[in-house]
C-alpha cells in the first residue's frame, strides 16, 4: 500500500504517563516522540504492557499526559481534546459497542454523539453498512452479533462522521482470518479512497508488514521505528526452515530450542523456522547429531523475526519452560489411548442450533485444535466438553466419563480457561491463586504445594498484591492458565488462550502446551491465529455448527491445494474450506 507523503495528521512529543496501581508506580510511557504521515497506515505494535492502548487514550484526547505535548489534525489534544474528539475517530479495544442496542440504534447513539446531521446520516449508513456488509443485520442486538461482526460495527461507529484520523486499537483481536482481511480492505479503502490517516495497533506481527510504518513501544519507549522493510533487512541471511524426516515437528522445535547458538524456533509448515546469531547457515551436524536426517534451507526473514530478536537480544528466546518432563522420560500410562469421544453432538438454543451433529475424538497427550469463523460453534462445543452446557442430543464422553449423565465427575479432570478473562478482576493475584485452589478441594500441604509451583512456574508472585483485572492482557492470561492447571488436570481445553498476545508471551504459552501433551495431557485449544493451528497435532474446522474437515495440519492443507495455490499456507487452507462450506449450505 503507498501514498504521498503528506503533512503529520499526528505528532507526539516526549510524551510521558505514570499510574498507580496496586501499591505500584507504572511508567506507562516515558518520553515517547513519534509521527503519524497523512494518508497512510501506521502500525503501532509491542509487547503486552508496553503502553499502546495509553498512548492511544491520549492521541484519541481521552487521557491526559503528565508531560510531553500532542497534537492531532493541527489541535493541541492537551489543551483542547474536544476539539481532537470532533476530528478523529476512535475504535477501543473492546469494540465501545452497546450490547442491549441493535445496530442502527448504535450507529444512530454514535451519530448523535458525534454531532452528524439527520439529513446526511441515511446516505453515511448506508455507505458503511455497504462497506461492512453489516446491511441485512442492522435490527440485529449488537450483543448476537458474531465477534468479526462486532468488530465490523465497532469500525463502522468510528467512522460515522467520516473522520481525517483514524485510531484503532486492536481491531483485528478475536476475529478470524475471513474477517480479518475483510477489516483490512476497508482499512485500504478508507486510506486510498478517502485519503484517511490511520494509526493501527496490533498484536499480529504479519498485520504490521502490511503497514507503511511501524512505531515498535517497549515498556513505555519507542524503541524503534521505520518501514517494516527497514525492519526485516537486519536479520536477512539469519532465518532458515528446519525439516527432519520421521521426526515430529513438536519434537524438532524441542530439539532446536535447546540447541546452543538458536535465538529463536517456532514451528511454521511443515518444520521449524529458526534465528541463528549470524548469516551463515546452521551447522546441523553439531546442533542435532542425534538427527542426522536433519535439513535447514534460507527462507526470507519477516517482521517477527526482528521483533523477537530487538525484545530479547541475542538471548535465547525459545529456551524451553520449566516442568518438562526429563529427556529419557517414557510416555505416561494410556498415551495415545482415546480420551475424549464425540458422536451425534447437538446443542440447540430455541430453533436454532449452535452445534449440529459433530463427530470426532481426541487421544491423550494429543494437542487437538478446533477452528472455525467467529460464530462456528467452537466455544458452545467447548462448554459442552467441559460441563458447563448440556447437549442437547448425541454421546459425549471425557475421561471415561459419560458427560450426560456424570458431569461433576469428569470437571475434576478437567481445566478450563475460557475465551475472554474469566478470572475475579476485583481480587488480587494472589487472591485468584488461593480461591481456586480451594475450589478445586486442594487441601493442606498439597494446597501449600500447588500455590508455590504456580507461583513459580508463571512467574505470579512479584505482582501477587496487584488487582487481577489491571494486569496486561498477557499477565491475565498466565494467571488463568495458572488457575486452570492448579488440580493437574488429565485434559486442558483452552479457548483462544492467546488472542491478542504478543510474538513473546504466545511462545511461552506453547512451550508450555508442548511440556503438559508431552507429560501425557490432552490439550484441546482454539485459536483464531493460524500459524497456531500448525501447532497442533490435528484439527478440526467448523463452520455453522458442523465439522468441514478433521485432519493433520498437512493434510488440511492438502485439501485446498490446486494450480493456483500450490503450497497454500494453514490461512489460504481456512478461507477456502469456509468459502465452499458456505457455497454447498447455499446451494442446498
Known sequence: MSAPQAAVALELRDVAKRFQAGGRTIDALRGVGFQVRGGVVTGLIGPDGAGKTTLMRIAAGLLAPDAGSVRALGVDATRDALAVQAKLGYMPQRFGLYEDLSVQENLDLYADLQGVPRAARAVRYAELMRMTGLAKFTRRLAGRLSGGMKQKLGLACALVRAPR???????????????????????????????????????????AERCDAVVLLHEGRVLDQGAPANFQSRVAGRTFAVTAPDTSKREL???????????????????????????????????????????????????????????????????????????????????????????????????????????????????????????????????????????????????????????AAARAKIGYMAQKFALYANLSVRQNVEFFARVYGLRGVRRAERIAWANEEFDLAQSGEQVSGELPLGYKQRLAMACALMHEPEILFLDEPTSGVDPIARREFWRRIYALARGGVTVLVTTHFMEEAEYCDRLAIMAAGRLLAVGTPAEIKARARDGAAPQPSMEDAFIRLIGAGGEQRAAA
Open 165 to 207: 484520523l483514524l485510531l484503532l486499537d486492536e481491531p483485528t483481536v478475536g476475529v478470524d482470518p475471513v474477517s480479518r482481511r475483510e477489516l483490512w480492505e476497508i482499512v485500504y479503502r478508507l486510506v486510498q479512497g478517502e485519503g484517511m490517516s490511520v494509526l493501527l495497533s496490533t498484536a499480529y506481527l504479519d498485520e
Open 253 to 407: 522445535q524441542r530439539a532446536l530450542a535447546r540447541a546452543p547458538g538458536i535465538v529463536d524456533a517456532v514451528i511454521q509448515g511443515e518444520g521449524v523456522r529458526v534465528i541463528v546469531p549470524e548469516s551463515v547457515a546452521p551447522d546441523l551436524g553439531a546442533l542435532l547429531p542425534q538427527l542426522p536426517q536433519a535439513r535447514a534451507a534460507p527462507v526470507a526473514p519477516r517482521f517477527e523475526d526482528s521483533f523477537v530478536v530487538m525484545l530479547h537480544g541475542e538471548r535465547r528466546a525459545a529456551a524451553p519452560a520449566g516442568g518438562r518432563p526429563p529427556d529419557d522420560a517414557a510416555p505416561p500410562a494410556g498415551f495415545g489411548d482415546q480420551v475424549i469421544e464425540v458422536r451425534g453432538l447437538k446443542r440447540r438454543f430455541g430453533d436454532f442450533y449452535a452445534v449440529a451433529g459433530i463427530d470426532f475424538e481426541v487421544r491423550r497427550g494429543e494437542i487437538f485444535g478446533l477452528l472455525g469463523a467467529n460464530g462456528a460453534g467452537k466455544s458452545t462445543t467447548f462448554r459442552m466438553l467441559c460441563g458447563l452446557l448440556p447437549a442437547s442430543a448425541g454421546t459425549l464422553r471425557v475421561a471415561g466419563v459419560d458427560l450426560r449423565h456424570a458431569a
